[in-house]
T-cell receptor
Framework: DAGVIQSPRHEVTEMGQEVTLRCKPI?????LFWYRQTMMRGLELLIY????????DSGMPEDRFSAKMPNASFSTLKIQPSEPRDSAVYFC?????????????FGQGTRLTVV | LAKTTQPISMDSYEGQEVNITCSHN???????ITWYQQFPSQGPRFIIQ???TKVTNEVASLFIPADRKSSTLSLPRVSLSDTAVYYC???????????FGSGTKLNVKP
């Protein structure tokens, strides 16, 4: 398996623009997580899905952030409009319920810079 | 939600054994202790998980005392490539509260 695939790897956008980050989880995994990492706040859990259904979005910072999972193999995190303080590395991770380990597999991340 | 406390950073030299301790005083009966490793510019990676006593795999050992209020990740004979941030997580097998704390930045020197 290729692992969790995120795109793009890097994104530079101007303030006010819409940004869409994409994630393809590992096949067969039923959990999908979106995290944001900054120097100041560390790794923050934004939202997670189970069987394509959002379970907890309490970590989503503002209404400008939205996430969808239309099917088991694809998820998006959208920021509209983007602001400079949204600059961070965004990670997607997936896992499967059947595993006895709390092991989430992370993608390489998308480094977002909003100027 | 069991809060975890770890040292912010640690220094070591190549070939030494490194022990990183995590405090989790409010750990619940159903909670497991899981450690992740994160290299710069990469996502975190699972290292080891345990419930009590000792767990060992090809990468590390995890020591958990009887009261389970703390745990120690042990890395034998570290190398420069072990320089990373190590996170301790506490929770049950559900992913409802899969939160990372501040982590411990390990710096291995030659």
């Amino acid at each position: 398996d290729a692992g969790v695939i995120q795109s793009p790897r890097h994104e530079v956008t101007e303030m006010g623009q819409e940004v869409t980050l994409r994630c393809k989880p590992i096949s067969g995994h039923d959990y999908l997580f979106w995290y944001r990492q900054t120097m100041m706040r560390g790794l923050e859990l934004l939202i997670y899905f189970n069987n394509n259904v959002p379970i907890d979005d309490s970590g989503m910072p503002e209404d400008r952030f939205s996430a969808k999972m239309p099917n088991a193999s694809f998820s998006t995190l959208k920021i509209q409009p983007s602001e400079p303080r949204d600059s961070a590395v965004y990670f997607c991770a997936s896992s499967r319920t059947a595993s006895l380990k709390r092991e989430a597999f992370f993608g390489q991340g998308t480094r977002l810079t909003v100027v | 939600l069991a809060k975890t406390t770890q040292p912010i950073s640690m220094d070591s030299y190549e070939g030494q054994e490194v022990n990183i301790t995590c405090s989790h005083n409010n750990i619940a009966t159903n909670d497991y202790i899981t450690w992740y490793q994160q290299f710069p510019s990469q996502g975190p990676r699972f290292i080891i998980q345990g419930y009590k006593t000792k767990v060992t795999n090809e990468v590390a050992s995890l020591f958990i005392p009887a009261d389970r209020k703390s745990s120690t990740l042990s890395l034998p004979r570290v190398s420069l490539s072990d320089t990373a941030v190590y996170y301790c997580l506490v929770g049950d097998h559900n992913f409802n509260k899969f939160y990372f704390g501040s982590g411990t930045k390990l710096n291995v020197k030659p």
